[in-house]
């Protein structure tokens, strides 16, 4: 259907009590895996069997005010049962019927963040397994806590939020280590130019403050180091440690504009969709290289784009690609042999995916060629890490 749907933070709100969920099961397989532990205890092996989100979500509607309540529950990290969504909303629709998006909302609590077309996609609905690595990598997750304007009149929409900046992890919401707020906002269109096209697109914008944890004071101490491996503490193994200062935490600005445009059409065969994304940032990077400009005393900046295309084929078909770059920090400099090279840490992931289609459920496989360059070879020259990955999906709506 062409028919507008909305996004995670711009869709209708309908009166009366409603609820859905889906449960995502999976097998996923990484090239990355070992049959080994890391220093922490933690298992290397990444080929396993999985829950990647069990959804169950609660919606109830009046004239002028919206109630949400969804929970997540996973196993990848282990079991987990955590907060998804958790929104109060005061609206006002116009002369518009339930099923437009309203004119005004006014949303608090735990909301989605209005950056871009891929957080506000559902989750449920995505054909790719995730996000693409240059969203995942700026936005850890799709929800964050805090207050959000937002509202569509005809063919255009918009949101503005005032959030912690502190997006949902896998513990959860962590609290927020500053005063300070982030905003952020997208205002988009979406129009159908013909019976079988339609056309929609928006820009986006984020700004606020990072926080750079300092350290406490030390005082000076002694260690030993055991240079001959006897066992036996000799005088000249006996080393001073000076005691440092106390470093305080501090601030630090980063921002993001992104544009997205897309579009769907019908074919013989079916739906097909077609979508693209482009974002430049700096110091947003949170799970890829996290930004920290006060620890390495300048700014990171962070470039991302994606472009993917879907096909229904038939009832029961759909296959889709998806190529995603991502650069986490342009400017970053090292040496090797004594050359001073730009350090390149760009990635690039390229996902087919095919899939089986049913009235309540869909069978997915997706494969990630990715290539990144946080690799060496022999002479220390950044390579392909090989890490590839392939998941198997089964979902079933409830």
């Known amino acids: 259907s062409l028919v507008a749907g909305g996004s995670n933070y711009v869709r209708p709100r309908r ?4 609820w859905w969920g889906f449960v995502q099961a999976q097998f996923q397989t990484n090239q990355f895996s070992e049959d080994q532990l890391d220093a922490d205890g933690h298992p290397l092996n990444q080929d396993q069997f999985g829950v990647r989100r069990a959804r169950l979500r609660i919606d109830h509607g009046w ?19 955590r907060l998804r969504r958790a929104e109060a909303s005061l609206l006002y629709r116009g002369d518009a019927p339930d099923d437009v998006v309203p004119l005004i909302v006014l949303t608090g609590g735990v909301t989605d963040i209005p950056f871009g077309a891929e957080i506000g996609e559902s989750q449920r609905d995505r054909l790719f397994m995730e996000r693409s690595i240059a969203s995942t990598a700026l936005f850890a997750n799709e929800a964050d806590l805090g207050v959000k304007l937002w509202g569509g009149y005809r063919f255009l929409n918009y949101a503005v939020a005032v959030i912690n900046g502190e ?37 986006s914008f984020y700004t606020g403050q990072g926080f750079a944890p300092g350290s406490v004071a030390t005082k000076d101490s002694l260690t030993w180091v055991d240079d001959n491996a006897n066992g036996v503490a000799e005088p000249y193994e006996i080393l001073g440690v000076t005691g440092s200062s106390a470093v305080p935490s501090q601030n630090f600005s980063r921002w993001a504009l992104g544009l997205d445009l897309g579009t769907s059409f019908v074919t013989p065969i079916g739906l097909s969709r077609v979508q693209g994304e482009v974002v430049i940032a700096t110091n947003l990077d949170r799970t890829i290289l996290p930004s920290n400009p006060v620890l390495t005393g300048s700014d990171s900046r962070q470039t991302g784009l994606s472009l993917s295309l879907t096909q229904q084929i038939t009832d029961y078909g759909v296959i889709g690609f998806r190529a995603a770059y991502y650069d986490p920090n342009s400017d970053l400099f090292e040496q090797r042999a004594g050359v001073t090279h730009l350090r390149n840490q760009t990635y690039w992931v390229l996902s087919p995916v095919v899939g089986v289609t049913l009235a309540h459920g869909r069978l997915v496989a997706q494969y990630d060629f990715v290539n990144d360059k946080l690799g060496r070879n022999d002479e220390g020259v950044p390579t392909d890490a090989r890490n590839d990955q392939f998941t198997l999906r089964l979902q079933v709506d409830l």
Request: net charge negative; no cysteine; glycine share 16%.
């Open 167 to 203: 997006p949902l992890g896998q513990d959860g919401f962590p609290r927020d280590p500053n005063a300070h707020k982030d905003i952020v906002g997208h205002v988009g269109a979406s129009a159908l130019l013909r019976d079988n096209l339609r056309l929609d697109g928006g820009l």
């Open 63 to 81: 004239e002028n005010a919206f109630a949400t309540l969804e929970l997540d529950a996973g196993t990848l990290n282990g079991p987990n049962i």
């Open 15 to 18: 009166n009366g009590l409603r």
